[in-house]
């Protein structure tokens, strides 16, 4: 049976006037332009953006309506549109939505307070600031960065009103250690999308994030500390205050959520809470990541057998973060007297922000579906090609140059992953090697937070660093981060 012939070159559209690749690396450029306009001047919703983009480069590259949305009838037309979002948020709605949740659960039940006070207490005033760096960078696993910071801010206000120190001296380490497992560690939304696209277990995400995002915040960390030795910010009074209250109102919201004395007993006051231990933090945070890499090693390690099968069905992220998440719900919940009234609120709570993260991946998605089916992607790779460039490079500074120009991590990395994705497929990469492409993107994705990021400014305000100050410290703090890590991906990758 001879194979089938390959789908005919596009050629309405744009291509009508520019014919063949020059017209669709013309189509690539008016494209990403049209996105970044669309976001950083019209102030576009980045998911709109996204949609609007990939449907006017489908069009100009000459892609029928049929194949961009199908038919109203049923038939055998495929639609770009719904196979580029069915395609990435089936593989990652669950897994960020069930990361979500049990970073809410480690949240409110008290657990980073726990953590960190350990690690206080363990390295002392004079190691404070690493004290509040490792705090990052373990209760980062689990919770997305901004919840990271409204929930430690506290603690740095805290540590730098005792030490009478820059509050950049402990605020800087911290966020390094939450922007590091933003970026580079499922199941963060950036890493675990661009897994989805490449096709790479998360096992080898987890393992190249770990190798190239330790010695990336240990870079930060140095960074920090010399940034905050020589630039002295106060700790803002208004937020020591709002500090304050936010403990209030948490403590009443609790009150409200135990039900009086059915849950809280006789007086009718709030239920009395057992503290969190530091080991039942770690247990929590700890048993999806080492499930998922014990089923990754099971495939090397073991041969067939009922054994593997067993490892490699509790591994799997679905599964092993349902687990965790059944164990924070019994441990730091119903053990420590939350009713079923409580956990519901909180999950519940938790998981409104989450539409505007899998919308934004979603069309992401959709973004890189219909560069693949135009053939706009196959251009670019072929143009990166003739660069001479490793695609390990290429990925790098293409995400780089989106994050500079329209600031947010996740648009950068799941459009750049679309955009590499044929150059991968064609150099057949092995999964280890993809996952570190993967932290080149996740490297690039996070190069100067500036004014055009969101996270610039809650950095700013929440820690009181003027602007001038907060180019000078986190700006330049996301950098070291972004090289370094990146500087380890291209070295391992040439191992690999």
């Not at 332009?33 to 953006?49: D, N, S, T």
């Not at 206080?120 to 490792?134: I, K, N, S, V």
């Not at 999806?288 to 014990?294: E, R």
């Not at 790098?396 to 120009?405: D, E, I, S």
Request: aromatic share 6%.
């Amino acid at each position: 049976m001879a194979p089938a012939a390959p789908p005919p070159p596009q050629s309405g559209g744009l291509l009508a006037l520019i014919p063949g690749t020059p017209g669709l690396l013309t189509v690539a450029a008016l494209g990403i332009a049209l996105l970044l306009v669309l976001i950083i001047k019209a102030r576009l919703q980045p998911f709109v953006a996204l949609l609007v983009v990939s449907l006017a480069v489908g069009l100009a590259a000459g892609l029928s309506v049929t194949e961009l949305f199908g038919t109203v009838q049923r038939s055998d037309a495929v639609s770009l549109v719904e196979t580029g979002m069915g395609g990435i948020l089936g593989h990652i709605a669950l897994i960020i939505g069930l990361g979500t949740l049990l970073g809410a659960i480690l949240e409110v039940s008290g657990g980073a307070g726990v953590l960190s006070s350990r690690l206080l207490r363990r390295f002392g005033e004079r190691r404070a600031p690493l004290a509040m760096g490792l705090t990052g960078l373990l209760f980062g696993i689990p919770v997305f960065f901004d919840v990271g910071i409204f929930v430690l801010a506290p603690l740095v206000y805290a540590a730098a009103k005792r030490s009478g120190a820059s509050i950049l001296l402990y605020c800087m380490p911290l966020l390094a250690g939450l922007s590091m497992t933003h970026a580079f560690l499922p199941p963060h939304p950036g890493p675990v999308a661009a897994a989805g696209l490449f096709k790479v277990d998360l096992g080898w995400v987890v393992v190249m994030g770990a190798v190239c995002g330790l010695p990336a915040v240990l870079a930060a960390w140095g960074y920090a500390a010399w940034i905050g030795r020589r630039l002295f910010v106060p700790v803002p009074q208004d937020m020591l205050a709002a500090a304050e209250e936010a403990r209030a109102a948490v403590a009443a919201e609790r009150a409200d959520l135990g039900g009086g004395a059915a849950d809280g007993g006789a007086d009718g006051g709030a239920p009395r809470e057992e503290p969190v231990s530091l080991t039942t933090v770690l247990i929590v945070i700890g048993t999806p990541l080492l499930l998922i890499l014990l089923a990754t090693f099971s495939s090397i390690a073991l041969g067939p057998s009922p054994g593997r099968s067993v490892i490699e069905f509790i591994g799997h992220p679905f599964v092993a973060l349902t687990i965790a998440l059944l164990l924070a719900y019994y441990l730091l919940g119903v053990r420590r007297g939350w009713s079923r009234t409580s956990l519901e609120a909180v999950s519940t709570a938790s998981l409104k922000p989450v539409g505007n993260i899998l919308l934004v991946v979603g069309a992401g998605g959709v973004f890189g579906a219909v560069l693949k089916g135009s053939g706009v992607a196959t251009a670019l790779s072929g143009a990166f090609q003739g660069l001479g460039l490793p695609v390990i490079v290429l990925a790098y500074l293409l995400a780089l140059v989106l994050r500079v120009a329209q600031g947010s991590a996740t648009v950068a990395i799941v459009t750049t992953a679309g955009i590499v994705l044929p150059l991968v497929e064609a150099q057949h990469l092995s999964q280890p090697h993809l996952a570190l492409v993967i932290m080149a993107i996740s490297a690039g994705s996070v190069f100067a937070s500036h004014v055009n990021d969101g996270g610039f400014w809650m950095v700013a305000k929440y820690f009181g660093i003027s602007e001038r100050d907060t180019l000078a410290s986190w700006t330049v703090l996301e950098s070291v981060l972004s090289l370094a890590g990146f500087a380890v991906a291209a070295l391992v990758s040439m191992v690999v």
